[in-house]
Nanobody, 120 residues
Framework: QVQLVESGGGLVQAGGSLGLSCAAS????????MGWYRQAPGKQRELVAV???????NYADSVKGRFTISRDNAKNTVYLQMNSLKPEDTAVYYC??????????????WGQGTQVTVSS
């Protein structure tokens, strides 16, 4: 079993900044992709940003230039720095990780979610 523990999030005014972090633990051989998704009330979960072990990074168009994803592979941790936040960024943010297990097989795990609220 691979667990993801998120931290960060909270309430911020529009234009402000917040940082999220997510640490993976368990029987992990390697992690390929780690990223962040978000789900606003009444909407589907959507990709925010993802980083692969090879260094490839993708962002949702809505966050390009404002959000930055980074990884510490030695710590199996992914970060999301969110700047110039807008009310429409309000959502529950979920960490996601995909990789290989120590004893074989692959995994995909989700964090418990952390609330980000941006007030106007």
């Amino acid at each position: 079993q691979v667990q993801l523990v998120e931290s960060g999030g909270g309430l911020v005014q529009a234009g402000g900044s917040l940082g999220l972090s997510c640490a993976a633990s368990g029987r992990i051989f390697s992690i390929n992709a780690m990223g962040w998704y978000r789900q606003a009330p009444g909407k589907q979960r959507e990709l925010v940003a993802v980083s692969t072990r090879a260094g490839r990074i993708n962002y949702a168009d809505s966050v390009k230039g404002r959000f930055t994803i980074s990884r510490d592979n030695a710590k199996n941790t992914v970060y999301l720095q969110m700047n110039s936040l807008k009310p429409e960024d309000t959502a529950v943010y979920y960490c996601n990780a995909q990789g290989a297990r120590l004893l074989g097989g692959i995994f995909e795990s989700w964090g418990q979610g952390t609330q980000v609220t941006v007030s106007s």
